[in-house]
């Protein structure tokens, strides 16, 4: 599976033809393993989705459209067998199509430049003890220039090792082990280290979690601006002191000049995060990565570090990956997002839609484990049990042993892509048009 997945098209509007099983086999029967009734789902407006029916055994469960509005066409990108999906009518359903030479990964935007696209990205980590295993695998994205996507998931769940494999700093146990990174058309994972450190602050930026990590406590922040100035290209002292002071006051510093002389641990948490930002956009950089910006911040300044990124990256036209764990943040600050479970996608796709219409039981979640004003609810949503640990990943879905729809092949086979309205889900119970 190192090939990028083909493009699954969205839907027509038009009644969906029947869904064929390629292999002519009937389709395998989905039972819940535990005969409990499965528990509600409910969408983000607060409507009741449409009951997933507990099975008898017998009968292959019936997908219900509560709309009765054309179910979108969903076409299995692996070749492998699609659950049978009917929709309420019984109507002629869509032919499950292996489509080739197009990029599955693209959620269509139609204007900006492709800054950069992710394709099948496997990360592997040494073991002291055992073979090496697969981190990230298989993570496709593309980001375009201005836009921001949003990484989320548990954590371990491969965010960091993405963006490092991204900005060439992986651990040392850490390697590429398959996949593209194209950046500007090139493929970062063909440059050499040099190579790399000449893109990294100069077109590529990473804001880390803790500026107490990044920042040398033994210099002042004047000389450590200069650093990351001179470091890609010639600049006076002189010019150097106006340029950062520039920039300390662009994200909110009040009087840089000030600052510029003091050391990191005389400044407070939220101005040493903004000295971080500001260092991260000296170069003016076209990708930025921040990886947990504010998780270390109070809520307050929390908000005003994202509206401030969010300001600067629309000035610069820059293209962002905000990692974070909090679903929260991403709902006010991404375009895009990319579910991450286990080291690998779960489900990715334009901010509006993966909100409104969570398909992947993860999501749907992690969804509602956030407070919202506007749904009537008095519990949130917790997930049961915890991510695996990297020596015992679980066969076929990674999820499967949380999940409360799993069905009978859930821990077998990995679950295939589907394209569903413009996002693109891993999981096979998502064929339904969202009721997974
Ligand atoms: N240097 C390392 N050595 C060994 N294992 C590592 C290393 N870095 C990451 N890992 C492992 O790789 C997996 C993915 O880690 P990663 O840091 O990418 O997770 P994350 O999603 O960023 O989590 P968090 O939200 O906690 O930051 C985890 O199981 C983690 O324990
Ligand atoms: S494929 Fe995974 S996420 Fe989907 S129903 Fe099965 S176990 Fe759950
Ligand atoms: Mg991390």
Do not use: W
């Not at 900006?112 to 993570?139: C, F, H, I, Q, S």
Request: glycine share 8%; charged share 25%; hydrophobic share 35%.
């Amino acid at each position: 599976m190192s090939e990028t997945l083909p493009e699954v098209r969205n839907l027509t509007g038009e009644t969906p033809p029947e869904v064929r099983n390629p292999t002519d086999e009937a389709p395998p029967e989905v039972r819940n393993p535990t005969d409990e009734a499965p528990p509600e789902v409910r969408n983000l407006t607060g409507e009741t989705l449409p009951e997933v029916r507990n099975l008898t055994g017998e009968t292959p469960p019936e997908v219900r459209n509560p709309t009765d509005e054309a179910p979108p066409e969903v076409r299995n990108l692996t070749c492998e067998t699609a659950p049978e999906v009917r929709n309420p009518t019984c109507e002629t359903a869509p032919e499950v199509r292996n489509p080739t030479g197009e990029t599955l990964l693209e959620v269509r935007n139609p204007t900006g430049e492709t800054l950069l696209e992710v394709r099948n990205l496997t990360v592997n980590l040494k073991l002291d003890n055992g073979p090496d295993v697969a981190a990230v695998e298989r993570v496709s994205f593309t980001l375009r220039r201005g836009e921001t996507l949003g990484v989320v998931g548990e954590s371990g769940c491969g965010k960091t090792l993405t963006a490092s494999a991204i900005i060439g700093l992986l651990p040392h146990t850490g390697y590429v082990a398959g996949g593209e990174i194209l950046f500007e058309g090139e493929d970062l994972t063909k440059k050499s280290p040099r190579q790399m450190r000449e893109l990294r602050g100069r077109k590529i930026s990473m804001i880390f979690q803790d500026p107490m990590s990044s920042l040398n406590p033994v210099y002042r922040i004047e000389t450590q601006m200069r650093e990351a100035l001179r470091a890609h290209g010639k600049v006076s002292v002189k010019e150097a002191r106006e340029l950062s002071a520039g920039m300390l006051r662009k994200v909110g510093i009040p009087l840089p000049e000030t600052r510029l002389r003091e050391y990191p641990y005389q400044l407070s948490g939220g101005q040493r995060q903004r000295v971080m930002i500001a260092m991260s956009l000296l170069s003016k950089p076209s990708l930025l990565i921040a990886d947990e910006p504010t998780s270390s911040l109070d809520v307050t300044i929390q908000a005003q570090i994202l509206e401030l990124l969010r300001t600067l990256q629309r000035e610069m036209n820059a293209a962002c990956i905000l990692i974070t764990h909090d679903m929260g943040v991403v709902t006010e600050n991404a375009d895009k997002i990319l579910v991450m479970y286990a080291g690998r996608v779960a489900e990715y796709g334009p901010a509006g839609e993966i909100f409104s219409r969570p398909m992947h039981p993860y999501t749907q979640r992690l969804l509602g484990s956030i407070p919202r004003l506007d749904v009537d609810s008095d519990y949130l949503t917790t997930i049961e049990g915890a991510a695996p640990s990297l020596d015992r990943m679980p066969t076929g879905c990674r999820f499967c042993p949380r999940c409360p729809l799993r069905c009978g092949t859930c821990h077998e086979q990995e679950p295939p892509a589907f394209r569903v309205g413009e996002h693109v889900v891993f999981c096979r119970r998502a064929a339904s048009g969202g009721d997974a």
